[in-house]
DNA sequence: ACCTCGTCGGAAAGCGGTTGCAACGCGCCC
DNA sequence: GGGCGCGTTGCAACCGCTTTCCGACGAGGT
């Protein structure tokens, strides 16, 4: 079938060893042999096979990417970083679909079976639990878009969720709404639970304000919709936090199409902003989330891990910013705090 | 690390060939060692090494998964359809980012290295020149999204882009329209360039009819918009038929910032039908490609040609259906043509 | 001319499996 | 009781490559 080192090595006239060494970067070999195996693996159109070579090095520069979040668009884009950043150090991506899994145990197998160097979980829903079973199993592990953990068994890296939805509250506050609520994903998402608790916790600062909340089933459009049109059958609150962008577009349709105008009549934000979010027929109002750095950073972790894999594992937390767009309304002129200019004395 | 054949049989007081036996499917072992077999190496952990194993089988269960389409949001679902239908199988994708390249150079070294078994390339722009320098390589390919061609050297599965352009030609006539324009994606994506002559070419029957095109720069919401943009600043045509969903998306914002009312002002239709386009604040009248059917026959004919790999090539073309929804004006109410109800007689 | 040292290349063992082949034990039949 | 056949098992070679170890060889120094 494919050409091997045993024939190139005949038709360079040497020894097995000395093609190897050819093709190791630093290997004892001489310019001249060098030249001669080149020219004969060049002639047969020889590659070296990277399973059998793993087999003795323990290396097979196979990353295990797993995820379970194929529905939100924003994730196209981070497997689309993270493919061309593993590609460009020379490591490969073993595409893992968890969906309908919360058990790690199948993948903990498989990924096992094929010796990846090392796993990163892109997932914002899962626990730290799924990650961690790979590092028991004795992978090298990230979590990337993971829940912050005091006691980390793993690499994290994503943002402070919590940190978020305080955030989102302190923007809604600012806007002068005083009925808020939080309109969540899935409630095992630790994304959206962590979101919510800062939401609320925030919220409950100020007595003047009443805050609720509740969940759309997945992180989908079609479940923010369905969600903000059971909202709006009672009395809705004056503006949302939403989940995730994806969920947001959603409750934005169901008030529009329920003839309420955004962002006069109800406010919405949501977060990730993925692209979508600032397509000008959306213009959503959310917190970005700086997807780029993560993933890169992500990968940077894993690499070093090649190295040294018993790293103590690290927590990765990048800020998020706010992105004013169309869905909140301005904040209110308040006579009271605005100063006039300081005059120039 | 790991623990290996050795250990198990070393436990469970057999050869090493018992072991490896009893976890293969129809080997000749009796029940009472299969057993024994299995009892140890469940103590110990034992994974078998997928890799070594394909040394001698010459099978890694290995599938590359390549595309350069990280910017379609359809994408997703099909990567989602992809990892899953492998995953079902028993196969692992191998996923290789294109992005920035056109040269199948690096990608089928690559792969070849890894001893994939085969290869899925999914891209709708690609030219079957891509998929082949696989198969030229020796390795079974099938080219999903891809175009059709009569000398086919491989294996091509998805819709009939030319008429596709034929059928969004009749749609549009059929609602009146007389002035219309395709505005198409790269002028080097397959994909546009069959829509567009299948267009082209039906539009080009009727003499009444003014036709034109032209291209955005790449399929994304922002090449459309701008081309759109572009457009309306001299006399736009009544309705355009777009290269894609996205780029329809992108003309729709164009469209409307410019003050125009869709689908009374100007008409638009795009291709695909991904998920956005039915978000009811978008409501994308498209012609649905069927995803799902072309991901299921890509996968069932990779699958094939590992046990036949000179399987004779073949091109599966699924039909695709228009979606109507709210972005073209209803047809006209045509007196002349509009027959009273026959009478029963 | 001889010795030393460094460089280079070959032989061989091994990485973790699979598999053809031969041997073995057992039950059965004649 | 001997022969036969079959199911089971172990041995050993091999898959394609890396790496250790060692010997050969050439250059440089004295």
């Not at 005083?178 to 962590?194: I, K, N």
């Not at 600062?205 to 479940?223: I, L, M, N, Q």
């Amino acid at each position: 079938m494919a050409v091997t080192l045993r024939e190139v090595a005949q038709l360079a006239g040497v020894s097995r060893s000395a093609v190897s060494r050819a093709f190791t970067e630093g290997a004892s070999v001489s310019e001249k042999t060098r030249r001669r195996v080149m020219k004969a693996a060049a002639a047969l159109g020889y590659r070296p096979n990277a399973l059998a070579s793993s087999l003795t090095t323990g290396r097979t520069k196979l990353i295990g990417l797993v995820s379970n979040n194929y529905q939100n668009p924003m994730f196209l884009h981070v497997f689309d970083l993270f493919t061309r950043g593993l590609q460009q150090r020379g490591l490969r991506p073993l595409l893992v679909n968890l969906t309908d899994e919360t058990d790690p145990e199948n993948s903990v197998r498989m990924l096992q079976q094929y010796s990846v160097d090392g796993v990163v979980v892109a997932s914002s829903t899962l626990a730290p639990s799924f990650a961690e079973a790979f590092r028991e199993a004795g992978m090298p592990v990230v979590h990337s878009f993971g829940r912050y953990s005091r006691s980390a068994q793993v690499h994290v890296v994503g943002i402070d969720n919590v940190e978020c939805g305080r955030m989102a509250a302190r923007t809604l506050l600012a806007r002068g709404y005083t009925r808020l609520a939080f309109l969540g994903g899935p409630r095992e998402a630790t994304s959206t639970q962590d979101r919510q608790q800062g939401f609320l916790e925030e919220l409950s600062k100020r007595a003047d304000v009443a805050a609720s909340h509740s969940h759309a089933e997945s992180y989908t459009f079609k479940a923010g919709r369905q969600e903000m049109q059971r909202l709006l059958r009672s009395e809705p609150a004056q503006a949302y936090f939403c989940g995730d962008d994806v969920l947001s577009i959603g409750a934005l349709s169901a008030a529009s199409d329920a003839g309420l105008h955004v962002p006069s009549d109800i406010g919405l934000m949501g977060l990730n902003d993925m692209e979508i979010a600032g397509w000008e027929n959306i213009n959503l109002t959310t917190i970005r989330q700086p997807i780029s750095q993560i993933v890169e950073s992500s990968i940077e972790l894993i690499v070093a891990m090649l190295e040294a894999p018993d790293r103590y594992p690290e927590t990765r937390l990048f800020p998020c910013v706010l992105v004013e767009r169309g869905t909140l309304r301005p904040p209110p002129v308040d006579l009271a705090t605005t100063r006039p200019e300081r005059p120039t004395r």
